[in-house]
């Protein structure tokens, strides 16, 4: 679409979302081949973060600030407000780049925390500001119960941002 001899302003924004589905699989070395249209998406270097699921992340640095302005909106004498922030912060990994071949090197602790596995089938499933990395067989047990998968993980993560926000901000 056009827009005065241009790209139309909302083919651009659609572009830069996360959407679809891919299968693939981390190598012997810990290696991942992101789907270039995550890799557009999130840009090079971006963030890998175990999110409120359980699963791995990828976002780009942006949407990261994002979620750190949230939370430095709030006083850094709060107990739930470090909390959270240990949460998010304490389990995200900044600054992974893809080499040329849109291949990644996932940390070890990345790994370990979101159940992925040395030589293993990965599902990548995006959702508009992240993309989800699922182990396979994990992904299926998710899949059957979507709102109650993980829920304590699930649970502790929306009781903490609620009562964050319930403090207030500076």
């Known amino acids: 679409m056009e827009l005065d001899g241009g790209l139309d302003q909302s ?3 659609v572009q830069g979302l996360l959407s679809g589905r891919d299968e693939t699989t981390i190598d012997k070395k810990g290696r ?10 999130v840009g090079n270097p971006f963030v890998l973060m175990i999110g409120k699921k359980g699963c791995l992340e990828a976002t780009s640095n942006a949407n990261y600030l994002e979620i750190w302005a949230e939370i430095n909106r709030y006083s850094k004498h709060s107990d ?3 909390e959270y922030a240990l949460e998010i912060m304490g389990n995200s990994f900044t600054g992974i780049e893809c080499e040329e071949t849109g291949r990644f ?3 070890a602790v990345a790994r370990e925390k979101a159940g992925l596995s040395l030589n293993s089938d990965v599902i990548i499933i995006s959702a508009g500001d992240v993309a989800e990395i699922w182990p396979v067989e994990e992904f ?3 899949d059957k119960d979507r709102l109650g998968y993980n829920a ?4 502790y ?5 609620r009562q ?3 403090e207030g901000a500076y």
Not at 157 to 161: A, C, P, Q, Y
Request: proline share 6%.
């Open 164 to 166: 964050m926000i319930d």
């Open 157 to 161: 993560m929306s009781t903490l941002r």
């Open 105 to 107: 090197v996932i940390p």
């Open 32 to 41: 991942l081949l992101l789907p270039k249209s995550v890799r557009l998406a």
């Open 80 to 82: 739930v407000r470090r």
């Open 152 to 155: 304590a993980r699930r649970n």
């Open 11 to 13: 083919f651009i924004a």
């Open 140 to 142: 299926k047990k998710y």
